[in-house]
């Protein structure tokens, strides 16, 4: 964490009797507490849904807005890289495309991010670069766009 690595775990693990207000601050509770006013004020503008309902406990959100909750209070802390574990893990599809989306403009706006994902179609679209592992070994690695275009890739991971 001091160095600015910060995950965001697989299965939200949000403090559901707390509020969300709550969540998000403890997400500066030890980096980014003296930015921690602003950096509410940036996590209610990336995701207006949570500024809607700050009072209201964590455990009554669906699982996006839990997921963005639980990026929302990753952020909070400043990181200098964000590693998000499976951020589309029991989403519907719909809520798949928006956090992907999600992702994407985060990333765009400097956030540097990496995402541990097994939905290798749309994590290529929004990855620079990709490592593929199998079995914990690399199978591929490289450009994005180029790893996207892989024969095997093509064959193993999407069945085409």
Do not use: C, H, W
Not at 20 to 29: A, D, F, Q, V
């Amino acid at each position: 964490m001091e160095e600015g690595l910060i995950q965001v775990p697989e299965g939200r693990k949000i403090f559901p009797n707390l509020s969300i207000r709550e969540n998000l601050e403890l997400g500066s509770y030890r980096r980014g507490k003296p930015n921690r006013a602003r950096n509410l004020e940036r996590i209610f503008t990336t995701f207006p849904r949570l500024k809607e309902r700050e009072g209201q406990l964590a455990g009554t959100l669906s699982g996006g807005e839990q997921q963005m909750l639980a990026i929302g209070r990753g952020m909070m802390a400043e990181p200098l890289l964000l590693i998000l574990d499976e951020p589309s893990l029991g989403l519907s599809p719909l809520v798949v495309e928006e956090m992907f989306g999600l992702i994407r403009q985060l990333n765009e706006g400097g956030l540097a991010i990496l995402l541990v994902e097994q939905n290798v179609v749309q994590s290529l679209e929004v990855a620079r670069r990709a490592y593929i592992l199998e079995n914990g070994v690399f199978a591929l690695s490289g450009p994005s766009d180029e790893i996207a275009r892989d024969p095997e890739l093509k064959r193993t991971y999407l069945g085409l």
